[in-house]
């Protein structure tokens, strides 16, 4: 259940990330030669941001797996559902803020000016190293998809959700790497409205889950004695 959440939070994320991350695909460079080449160009591309999630989402899992040992994992998903709430009723000048941490604004320019660098290389490195970079550029459902990562309460899960997350997002931003040049702007900016139901929709379903309510898939029971016990076993 956990896999199939994060695949359709990266799949209905993604049409936010049109509007957001969709310039960097629509920009990629064309190949030399031969439309064959241009596709696998894209898939390359995407395969470099899936495996960013997936590295971000060990990193986020490992988190989430010690503060599962140490019995925090239902306060953890009552407190992201929390956030998500929070976020929603936020002015935008404050979530602007938020999402500008002044401590990322070097890396970020860094990540940018390399990527705007690798647009003039036409090849298949360049464009895996491109998706590579993206994945670590800051986004709203990247934070959503990491945060599902961390209520994992494991490693592994953490990395499996985060790259489920990014196969979602695939089939929506191989599209309109293609595609893209058909799709205005306007439409772009339209998606970006949907996201606010997007963010309730999972600031609901963290907090059913942290409740622990035993509701089989939305909000199983969990044993935090016995989960403790697993996991020094």
Not at 46 to 52: E, M, S
Not at 65 to 91: D, N, T
Not at 126 to 155: D, E, R
């Amino acid at each position: 259940m956990e896999i199939f959440s994060a695949f359709l939070i990266g799949l209905f994320g993604s049409f936010h990330c049109v509007g957001m991350c969709g310039p960097i695909a629509l920009a990629l460079p064309l190949p030399s030669s031969g439309n064959f080449t241009f596709f696998i160009g894209r898939i390359i591309y995407n395969l470099g941001r899936v495996i960013t999630y997936s590295l971000l989402g060990l990193i986020i899992g490992y988190v989430g797996e010690r503060l599962a040992v140490a019995g925090y994992q239902q306060m953890l998903s009552i407190i992201l559902g929390g956030v998500f709430l929070l976020y929603l009723i936020l002015p935008k000048k404050y979530k602007i803020r938020i999402l500008n941490f002044s401590f990322l604004q070097k890396p970020l320019t860094f990540l940018k000016t390399k990527i705007s660098s690798l647009f003039n290389v036409k090849s298949n490195l360049s464009f895996f190293t491109i998706g590579l970079l993206n994945g670590f550029l800051p986004c709203g459902f990247v934070y959503i998809g990491l945060a599902g990562a961390v209520a994992t309460g494991s490693l592994i899960n953490g990395m499996l959700f985060m790259m489920f997350f990014g196969l979602g997002t695939i089939p929506v931003m191989f599209a309109v790497s293609i595609f893209g040049k058909f799709i205005s702007l306007n439409f772009r900016q339209k998606l970006t409205k949907l996201a606010p139901a997007f963010i309730l929709f999972f600031a609901i379903l963290f907090l059913l889950r942290g409740m622990n309510l035993g509701i089989p898939y939305v909000s199983p029971k969990i044993d935090s004695a016995k989960m403790h016990e697993m996991m020094h076993h």
